[in-house]
Every structure is written in C-alpha cells, then in structure tokens.
C-alpha cells in the first residue's frame, strides 16, 4: 500500500498533471454553479477534447471537474434555492435561508471550507480503505441496497416539515413520479401515456430545478428588493463563516464518513448521502434547522465531496457508474483504456491512488477558489430580483432542454416550478418529493432483486449481519426519538 | 437512469461475415406475414408523419455530400457507443475533408435517436449507431410506433465491432461446462442485465431446456458480474466487456461463450457450441451483439455508396488502428451487404423466434 | 390559517384523485411483479391524503402523532421565516401568474424556433412586464442571451432549432 501511494504521488507530481487538476477544478466548479447544465453534461463535452492526454491526466481531469462541480453545485443553491446538482439538493435547506438573512458570504465561506474539509477527510479515509475496499463492496447485496434506501426515505420523519402525514403523502408521490417509464423489472411501460418520450421516466435533475429553482422564482415574483433581506456585509462574513466550520469538527467527520459510506451505492449515492448527513446532523444536534443553520451547511457540504471519493468505489471497482458523471468518467476510462475492475484496488492501486491523491490536492484549490472569489458573489443576493428572475427561468428552461434533448424534461421543470410553489406554500414538504423521487428507483429494483433471491420471502432482510444491522437503523430512525424520550421522561420524572 | 456501457475488447477480431450463423435458424422464412404490410424494400417508405420536412427532393446535384454531416448517436454521452462514434466522427473529418457533428438523442434504448434519424429527412446526411440485433429487439420489445423500422431496411452502412455474450460464475461454484449448468439448474440463481439477455434465456429455454431456478435482472451487465462475484447469484450472463475487469482480478471466472465465435477477449474460453459442454446449438443472431450504422432511409444509392467506402476507409486507417490498439477498443469493417443481412435477420428472426409477450 | 384551508385541501384532492388513478391503473394494468411497487406508493397518496382531509375526525392520540406533531417539530424547511418578519408580502399573486403564463409562454415560443432565439423574446416581453427602461432591457438581454449562447456554441444539442424554424450557430 505504501509503495502503490509512493508510487501514485510520483506520478501526480512528474509532468503537467498538477495543470490538468486545477483546470479540471475550475471548469467544475463553474459548471456545477449553473443549475440545469451540471457537471456531467460539461464532462461529456470534454471527454473527446481529452484523447490526446494521457489516460491518467484524462481521468484526473474529469474526476476534478466531477469534484469541483459538487462544490460548486452549492453556490447557486446558496444564493438563488437552485441546486446545480442533485448532491446540493440539501444545502438549500439550510443555505438558501442563510442567504435570505442576509449571510450569503457566512454560507459560502462555510461551504469552502466544510467541502474542503469534507474532500480531506473523505479522500483520506479511501486511501486507507482502498486495499480492502473490494471485499466491502462484495458484502453488499440487494436487499441491503434496499435497506440503505429505505433509511434515505425515513429522513422525512426528521427533515420534512409540517404535519408529518403531508410528508408521507408527498413522499408517496415521489416514489410514484420514478415509476413513470419503462419498468426495470420488465417490459411493461407505466404511466407513459403511450409516448416513447416518457419511457425512459421523468428526470430527476429536472424535477429539482423546477421544485426548487423555478418555484422559488414565482415566490420571489410576489415580493421586491434583493433575495437578501437582512443586512448584508461582504467583508465580515468571510472569518466568520470559517469559524462556523472550524468549529464543528464533529459534523464534518460524521458527514464525511456517510459521504463515503452512501457514496458508494451505486444508483443514487451523491443525492442520498447528503440527506442522511442532513437528517444525522440534525437528529444528533437538538437545534433548530432549516432557518439558516450553519451545521445543515456545514453537513451537506462535507458530505456531498467526500461523496465524489465514495463515488469512486463502484465505478472503478466494478465499472458501475453511480450517476451521470461517473458514467462519463467511466466513458473517460474505457476511452483510454483503463478497464475498471477490482485489480485498480489490487495490482493497480498505484493508479487509483493517484487519482485519489490529485483530489485530495484538488481540496486545497477549492479551498482558495471558494474563500477568495465564491465569497464575493454573495452580492447577487443583493440585487434585486425582477433581474434576477428572468435570467434564472432563462438558464433553468434552457439547461433542462440540454438535459436529454427531451421536451418531457422542459415540461417537468415548468410543471414542478407550478406545483412546487403551492406545495411550499401549504407546507407540504418538497424535501419528501425529493427523497422519494432519488430513491424510488433504487428501492423498487432492489427490493424486487431480494424478492426474486428469496423466492418472496422478507426473512432476507435479516439473512446477514450487515442486513439485521441496516434493518435496526431503520426502526432506530423511525421509533429512535419516542423511545429516548420515554426513556428521558422516566428517568427525568 | 439507464447507463449504457459497452464492453472493451483488447484483442483485435479478424473481419468475418457472420450471416451463417444464424441462418440456419432464420431461414429464408419469407416476409413477416402478420399484420404489417410487409414492406420489403424499405427504401421506398417514408413514414415520417411528424413535421412533414419534405424528404426525398433537391438533391439532384451529383456530389454527396451536400451539407454537413451528423453522427446521431442515441445514447447518452460518454457511453460505449459514444466514445466509437466520436472516434469515428474525428477521423472521418480527416479522410473525407467533410464537417460531421456528433449529436446525442438517448432515451427509450435507442429509439428516440432512431427516430431522429428516421424522421429527419436528410436525405443520406445522418448517420446513427445502434446496435444489432438490439435495434430491432428493442422496436418490437417497446411495441414502437412513432416511426417504422422497416424504413430502415437496406439503409444500414457497416457493421463495425462485434461483441460476443458470455456467462461467468462465481469462483466459489463447481460448475464447468454448459451442460453441467443445465443438469443442476434447480439450483441455479441467474444473473443478467435483461434486455437482449432475456431473449437469450428464452431461446436457451426453447433449443436446450435451459432455465435455471432464478433468474435476477441487473441494472447493466457490470452489476450482474459484481453480483456474482458477491456470490448473490451464481452465474452472470452479458456482453463479454462487462466482466471484463473483474474476470482479470480472478472475483469472476468466465463459464462459456453464447457465440460460436468465442471469445474476443479472454483466451480459451469455450462456446457453448462445443463438444465438452456438450455440443449445443448455437443462436448467434441473437448471442453476438454487432455495432452497426445507419442512415436515412430517403438516402440515394449514391449516399449510401459514399458511406459505405467512408466507413471503410475508417475502419481500416492507421489512427483507427492505433486508437483500437491504445484502449483495447475493437474495431472491424462489414460492409452494407452482410449489414443489412444480418439486419433483416434480426428483424425475422426476433419476430419469428422469440415470443416477445414472454420475455 | 382560514385563508389557505381551501388551497390546502385542494392539494390533498388532488393527491388522492392522483393516487387513486395511479392505483387503479396499476392494479388492472401492469403484471403483479411491476405493478407492486407503483400501488405501494399510490397507496401511500391516498391513505396520508385521506387522513389529512379527514384530519377533524380522528381521535386524539393519532391526530397528535400525524397532525399535530408540526407543533413540536424543531426542523423548519425553507422557512420563509426571514422574508414575512422583516417585509410584508407585496401580495402580487397576479404578478406571479403572469409569470407562469410568460414562462409557459417561452416554452411554447422555444419548441417552435429554438431556445436560443426564444430567449430574447421572453426577456423582452418581461421587461416590458416589469418596465424596465432601457438600459435594463439591454443588460439582461444580453446576459440571458450569451449564456444560452455558450450552451449552442459548446454542445451539439439542437437548441437554436424548434419544430418550425431554426437557425445554427
């Protein structure tokens, strides 16, 4: 292990692979701050730009973009409620308040330093793994991918707001929204209405831009002034937001180990991880959330990098690609020749220990990029928004069109916009259509997978170790709170 | 979300013409009887209701072509057959001096960027990937009707890779032959990415009375050999390319090859033609998954002999060569005649042999 | 509270009217095995819909584990908390269709020419909306504009083509 680390140090420090990272951090972080366009379409248009590169330059090149676009994801989730990508989905909840009271740079200067952190920690912790992480991958089965879901879709009970039977219902309906299309289990097309541009479902990037960033312009169409509506300093925030990170070391190692460990499901890891270091930041700290708390920032962002290193196990080890932008980093290996398998944990870890090692260098990047130039643009929020609104509708439409090329995405945005706005104003809870519709998927094809294993019988979910284990947590999580407050109550009376 | 991979072959495949193989199922069966007008010679069809882009005029000059080029490619960027063909795009642009843009239209396993292609009305200036006999597999499987795939018949250009279907097993498993598979098939769990592989099973069903006791359907062929290296399931079947990685680290083994035509990557892996797996009849049709193109159905003689001698000089350039050697992709020529042959076989064959409301 | 009832239960109809179709549909259409997890989550609409528009009948100890639990809840989503304690709304729900209406509108211009020169066409038409002068008219157009742009220019995805006319960049 020492020497394959030794050996993939070299190999980032020779030649001109230190320029590729910082290019490919930059791009990223660029891309994911434009809601809609995300990292993955931006990856794609580069890949073939990459063929006369070295394979390993290519890979780092992508992997940095993937990585950047997480964090920068943030940004316009931050300032304007429209995550970039699906991993900054949850640093709305805490992020876009912070902006509206005026704390866009506190919020970002946290982001910067919490993903950095989050990268450290996350990438660090792989690197160590890395020489038995294929054994873990082999542990997992379908029925435990399920169960992992299972607690993804339990966050309701602790981040859906309003009455908790709302939450339900709209969870429901999230769940429903992924069996539009083709099913995975068969042939059969449901809920298509007999056209082909339904078969492959709904996306799920366009549903959250519409629920959250084009909702949020029909909100701010019934108000004036600037998003923000606190006082707004530019300069005071900045120290102020790092020490909001820097001093919550024990959120950010929670968030980055669930980064890591939920990153590395294939199907849905990058979305369901930062909700379950959400729901874990907020069950374990008794605070109030969702107003603006810089631990529901500090969470997320921690998370959703370390998530880009979690990403990484199943795309490399099995060629298994978790989202969009690993199937195009994928395409980026197959492209130069680098065939995926368990050997890039064996024989070829050097490899992969390189391309850990430049994302771990690229944190430091994103560490400086964020602090001394993301924190300025805080001063959107201060602009006011009927300038806003039109250029934000412009790039939401037009960048979910680009998603597929499928008018069924546009329609979804300009739907989900619609209906988003008077769900939220009714306080029904958006977060649980979120969490249904990224898990829905998964939940369905894993669940059906275990079934068809054990010839339908549910004993398969307490079959194993790791699945009694997953199992426990489920009911932790859904009776975990009545039972310690019983438990306080006793002991207390 | 589909994510379409293909696989990665490090050895480089001689041209064969691969009609045979699946003719002797196939026959000459005539024309599809049902339903359908049988329209044989699809050229003359234009079945493209939408927009009305007035197809089949203009181009009366004698020089194709006459606008820039398309690449359609009905996957998502960054997939298998992405990486083919904007390979093949930036190097056609070389031995051709003309302009082709590589345009991605996914959804429905291909058919909505067929469908483009159908319906454009180019006139010889698209040309799509897709694969074969998926393309008509998926037509039939979808029940299609936004456009008619018999348009596409004697449209295709070149076949330009080949990927045989393999099944592997856990290493855990004392299972080696075929034969031994089917004789403890009561027992087996089976892994598979569906699709194509449930045509498979089908006819492994109907010719050799194959049908193991579970049969478990993956997201892609990759998750089905993690499966069985996890030992979830027993054995994985999908294109060879899938188990490419973990067959090299030993977490699978390969069990045999579905085509006759073996492997192309892995040495020594026996067919399940073979006498020591017990000789059985092959399909290779449906078992071989060949990388086809297409243009236009309006396209004029002229168009499609264009292309046909572009591809070809594609194919066989130096850069292709070399490409295919640095990633292991590979690469062959076929030209329009076995294409469209192995095209309406797949369109006949499917529709005779498979029971599509089964699968 | 009075004032939203009415759109509330709205809502919660159509969750049910929604779910209950879904069900339906499931039920007598799809095979068992695709059709089991569609009906779970119908099911899920209907019954939490159902219970929240039935919400005055229930008795107590369910009614304050599914209702009035918001009370006790300590997470807040989205609060809008910091705009309605610091300015009042402006109200402007007309504003707010018209925008809808507009946004619909862009789409529906975009499917038939393009994105690309759609684009102009909806800022120009909200700025007339929103008055703004000149200068403003100018700004954002461009800025709207520009980033539409880069997206034709960089990809190879039709948008500066709709079903009736387009023109390539």
């Known amino acids: 292990m020492i020497g394959a680390l030794n050996e993939g140090i070299s190999i980032i420090l020779a030649g001109d692979t230190l320029l590729w990272l910082a290019l490919g951090i930059m791009i990223g972080i660029v891309l994911g701050a434009i809601p809609g366009v995300g990292t993955s379409l931006g990856m794609a248009i580069l890949l073939p730009l990459t063929a006369p590169l070295e394979g390993q330059d290519a890979i780092i090149l992508l992997a940095a973009i993937y990585l950047g676009g997480n964090y920068g994801g943030s940004v316009a989730a931050i300032l304007i409620n429209a995550p970039g990508t699906a991993a900054a989905a949850a640093t709305t909840l805490d992020g876009y308040p912070m902006s509206r009271k005026g704390e866009a740079s506190r919020a970002l200067a946290i982001s910067a330093v919490a993903s950095t952190l989050g990268g450290f920690i996350g990438i660090g912790f792989l690197i160590l793994i890395s020489p038995i992480v294929t054994r873990i991958v082999l542990q997992f089965r379908s029925q435990d991918y399920f169960l992992v879901a299972l607690v993804g879709i339990l966050m309701i009970t602790l981040i859906a707001r309003g009455p908790l039977i709302k939450g339900v219902a709209v969870g429901g309906l999230g769940l429903l929204l992924t069996t539009v299309g083709t099913s995975p289990l068969g042939l059969e097309q449901r809920y298509t209405f007999g056209t082909v541009y339904l078969f492959d479902g709904l996306n799920f990037v366009a549903i959250l831009i519409g629920l959250f960033a084009v909702s949020e312009m029909y909100k701010l169409m019934t108000e004036s002034g600037g998003i923000s509506k606190g006082e707004f300093e530019l300069g005071n925030e900045i120290v102020p937001g790092i020490r909001d990170a820097l001093s919550r070391p024990k959120t950010i190692v929670k968030s980055s180990l669930i980064g890591i460990g939920v990153g590395a499901i294939p199907g849905a890891g990058a979305s369901i991880s930062t909700f379950i270091a959400y729901g874990e930041a907020v069950r374990s700290s008794g605070e109030e959330f969702g107003g603006g708390n810089p631990t529901g920032v500090a969470a997320v962002e921690a998370c959703n990098n370390s998530t880009v290193g979690g990403s990484m196990i199943p795309t490399f080890s099995f060629g298994i690609p978790g989202g969009a932008a690993t199937a195009v980093l994928l395409g980026g290996m197959l492209m130069h020749g680098l065939v995926p398998g368990p050997q890039l944990f064996d024989a070829d870890l050097h490899v992969t220990y390189s391309i850990f090692f430049a994302l771990f260098l690229g944190n430091f990047l994103i560490l400086a990029v964020g602090l001394l130039a993301i924190t300025r643009v805080g001063i959107v929020t201060q602009i006011d928004t009927k300038y806003i609104i039109p250029v934000v509708l412009v790039v939401a439409l037009s960048g979910s069109y680009m998603l597929r090329t499928n008018w069924v995405d546009v329609a979804t945005v300009l739907f989900m916009g619609i209906f988003g706005y008077y769900l939220r104003e009714n306080d029904w809870s958006v977060i649980a259509l979120v969490l249904g519709a990224v898990l829905g998927g998964l939940m369905e094809s894993n669940l059906n997978r275990a079934l068809q294993l054990s010839d339908g019988s549910f004993d398969i979910f307490v079959s194993r170790p790791l699945s009694i284990a997953l199992t426990l947590m489920c009911f932790l999580i859904l009776f975990g709170g009545p039972i310690k407050r019983k438990i306080s109550e006793t002991v207390g009376g | 979300m589909h994510v379409y991979y293909f696989a990665v072959v490090t050895m480089q495949r001689r041209t064969f013409v691969k009609v045979a193989g699946g003719a002797s199922m196939i026959g000459l069966a005539g024309c599809t009887g049902d339903d359908d007008d049988g329209n044989e010679n699809g050229n003359g069809g234009n079945g493209n209701g939408n927009g009305g882009n007035g197809n089949g005029n203009g181009n009366g000059g004698d020089s194709f072509p006459s606008e820039d080029l398309r690449f359609v490619v009905p996957y998502s960027a960054g997939g298998g057959s992405d990486t083919y063909a904007r390979q093949i795009a930036s190097v056609l642009q070389e031995v051709r001096d003309v302009t082709i843009t590589v345009e991605n239209h996914e959804g429905s396993g291909g058919m909505i960027g067929t469908n483009e292609l159908v319906g454009a009305g180019r006139n010889g200036h698209d040309i799509l990937t897709h694969n074969l006999p998926t393309i008509a597999l998926e037509y039939l499987q979808q029940d299609i009707d936004i456009f008619d795939i018999d348009d596409l018949r004697g449209a295709a250009i070149a076949t330009y890779a080949t990927t045989p279907r393999m099944t592997v097993k856990n290493p855990d498993l004392d299972i080696d032959t075929y034969e031994e598979l089917i004789e403890r098939q009561d027992e087996i769990a089976y892994g598979t990415p569906g699709g194509t592989e449930l045509g498979i099973l089908q006819i492994a069903r109907e010719l050799h009375g194959f049908e193991p006791a579970t049969h478990v359907q993956y997201d892609g062929g990759n998750p089905a050999g993690q499966a069985a290296a996890s030992g979830e399931v027993d054995v994985a079947s999908a294109p060879e390319g899938s188990f490419q990685g973990a067959v090299g680290s030993g977490d699978i083994e390969p069990l045999f090859t579905w085509s006759s035509q073996g492997s192309n990557i892995f040495d020594g892996v026996p067919t399940i033609a073979d006498e020591e797996q017990g000789g059985f009849e092959p399909f290779d049709w449906l078992s071989e998954t060949g990388r086809a193109l297409w243009t236009n159905p309006e396209a004029s003689e002229e168009a499609l002999e264009w292309w046909e001698s572009a591809i070809e000089d594609v194919m066989t350039s130096d850069q292709m060569q070399e490409w295919s050697d640095e990633t292991g992709q590979n690469i062959q020529f076929d030209g329009r005649e076995t294409t469209n042959a192995s095209f309406v076989d797949a369109l006949e064959g499917l529709e005779e042999d498979l029971d599509l409301e089964d699968l | ?169």
């Open chain 3, 1 to 169: 509270m009075v004032r939203e009832y009415s759109n509330d239960d709205l809502i919660a109809l159509v969750f049910l009217v929604v779910g209950a179709l879904a069900f339906y549909e499931a039920y007598t259409e799809f095979p068992y095995e695709e059709g089991v997890f569609p009906m779970i989550a119908s099911g899920i609409m209907v019954f939490a819909a159902a219970i929240w528009l039935l919400r005055s009948f229930l008795p107590g100890v369910i009614y304050s584990a599914l209702i009035e639990f918001e009370e006790s809840r300590e997470i807040d989503e989205l609060v809008d908390d910091a705009s309605d304690g610091t300015e009042a709304e402006t109200e402007e729900q007309p504003a707010m269709y018209k925008l809808i209406l507009l946004s619909g509108g862009y789409v529906g211009v975009a499917y038939l020419i393009g994105f690309l020169w759609a684009t102009p066409v909806f800022v120009t038409a909200y700025g007339l909306f929103r008055k703004f002068d000149l200068k403003n008219h100018v700004v954002i157009n461009a800025i709207a504009f520009l980033v539409v742009f880069s997206f034709a220019f960089f990809t190879t995805v039709p948008i500066d083509q709709g079903a009736l006319w387009g023109y390539r960049v």
